[in-house]
């Protein structure tokens, strides 16, 4: 019968195999011995060729201590230093300026011969891509010294004293006041992306077009001031008023309400979120509205069982919970939706069942977001204060 051959891998021999190869061919072993000892990364045995070519290479370069050979394949156009050059434009200008090919032959006059693909090759090798920037909002330079501070003292905290932390904040929904207001918000809640033919040859069809970035933010606001602690959300839905010229509208939050939902509902809401807790004051995370932080405001906390965490920094929406959850009610609310249009009052109920439903369904989600203050930490010193990605 024929000898069956080996199936050809394209593993390497390692350092250690070629030395071992070396030795030996100097002790006079046989090439076929050498082949059928010595193993390549794969398992797979080395070929005559390449026991043969180790060797040469060994008598060519007495010191060769076996390590790999650079790679083959076209050389650099740019010189290490160049592409060092361009990456700090990278890390310098990206941001702050349209970086391109043309902008960095603008700043490195030197590479004004090379063409723009050399530079965008560039860009690539050194880890760059072109994508979507991220969509969340930019944090001033001004407020990132607080953010770093506040970040290194979450580390420091013992996990059971960050347990404890409970979030306030409010937020909005948009009821449609017409047809087509109701029929964008929900292509919305549809999501950014649609499974559509490959070759693109539906692009024109409707039901590819995706909703006004104004979607989520249109009709009849219905705002909701809402306290999440260990996971649980509970919430209070601000009431209608009459204005000047006799319009119904949805009332702001202020001092006086925000005070009157403390005293009214924060004592019962700790018992449902901690209720072993008992007089002990609960660290709170809210932001810097001055009718938060008003003294009679602060008094009803502490009357409750709150103190307002001092350490929190301005403009840290990625630091505080509840803005995670909000995000999660008003995707479950959009998922929800019934396809005619919504009364306040239709609303209202579907808004408290979604609550109970995300309460009950979804708890140990909310928690680990209630909890999860380190991780954050760590990306906003990752980011020298930038927004992470909460």
Known sequence: ???????????????????????????????????????????????????????DKF???????????????RPRALSLKQEQA????????????????????????????????????????????????????????????GRLTYAAWLLKQDQEFLDTFCYVDGTSFFLATGSAQHADQKRACLGRKVWRLE???????????GASSYAKAQGQPVKIWGLLGDGHLEYMVLPEVIDAK?????????????????????????KKMFPRMGKTLLPLVKDFERFLRQPRNLKAEDQAGF???????????????????????????LLTAPVEMERRA???????????????????????????????AKQVLKLQGARCSY
């Open 1 to 55: 019968m024929p000898a069956v051959l080996s199936k050809m891998t394209f593993a390497r021999l390692s350092p250690a195999a070629r030395n071992r190869i070396i030795g030996m061919r100097i002790a006079g072993a046989p090439r076929d011995t050498i082949r059928k000892t010595i193993r390549k990364s794969d398992g797979s045995t080395a070929s005559l060729r390449a026991i043969d070519g180790v060797w």
């Open 59 to 73: 008598q060519q370069t007495p010191d060769w201590e076996g390590t790999d050979s650079a790679a083959g394949g």
């Open 86 to 145: 361009v990456l700090k434009i990278l890390i310098d200008d990206v941001g702050k300026f349209v970086v391109s090919a043309r902008y960095v032959k603008k700043k490195l006059p030197e590479l004004r011969s090379f063409h723009n693909r050399t530079i965008t090759r560039t860009f690539t090798r050194l880890g760059y891509a072109y994508r979507d920037r991220r969509r969340k909002a930019a944090i001033e330079e001004k407020y990132k010294p």
């Open 199 to 209: 070759d693109g040859s539906d692009s024109l069809e409707d039901h590819n077009v």
């Open 246 to 270: 006799g319009r119904r509208r949805t009332a702001n939050m202020n001092g006086a309400r925000y005070e009157q939902m403390v005293k009214k509902h924060f004592r019962l809401w700790k």
């Open 307 to 333: 103190k307002t965490l001092g350490q929190h920094s301005k403009t840290s929406p990625d630091l505080n919970a509840i803005e995670n959850v909000w995000d999660l009610l008003q995707d479950r609310l």
């Open 346 to 376: 239709d609303f209202v109920k579907r808004l408290r069942r979604t609550a109970t439903w995300m309460n009950n369904n979804a708890r140990e989600h909310m928690r680990g977001l209630s909890r999860n203050q380190k991780k954050r």
